[in-house]
Nanobody, 123 residues
Framework: QVQLVESGGGLVQAGGSLTLSCVASGRTFSSYSMGWFRQAPGQEREFVGT????????YYADSVKGRFTISRDNAKNTVYLQMTSLNPEDTAVYYCAAGGIYAHSGPSGYDYWGQGTQVTVSS
């Protein structure tokens, strides 16, 4: 089992920045690809990005590419989502997830999920 706890969400003005953290406990954090997803009210869960086990590769949704950056610190069992140039369309609950070594944009590739943290971007 892996337990994931996100933090860092909040209210930010358009154009601002926010960094989310996700701390993992349980089985070996470095064994997992770590993904970030988000879900706005009335919408399906949307892939944001993922980072491979060693942090050597990252992949992003087109909607956030160039604005969001995922990083991880395996010594701290933590994955980060740095968000810049935020706009109201980024408003959602953000979830981190732990998945297999090739987990990518599909939620089914992730076995463990955090409870989510709310990000609200005001215009």
């Amino acid at each position: 089992q892996v337990q994931l706890v996100e933090s860092g969400g909040g209210l930010v003005q358009a154009g601002g920045s926010l960094t989310l953290s996700c701390v993992a406990s349980g089985r070996t954090f470095s064994s997992y690809s770590m993904g970030w997803f988000r879900q706005a009210p009335g919408q399906e869960r949307e892939f944001v990005g993922t980072i491979r086990r060693t942090g050597g590769a990252t992949y992003y949704a087109d909607s956030v590419k160039g604005r969001f950056t995922i990083s991880r610190d395996n010594a701290k069992n933590t994955v980060y989502l740095q968000m810049t140039s935020l706009n109201p369309e980024d408003t959602a609950v953000y979830y981190c997830a732990a998945g297999g070594i090739y987990a990518h944009s599909g939620p089914s590739g992730y076995d463990y999920w955090g409870q989510g943290t709310q990000v609200t971007v005001s215009s």
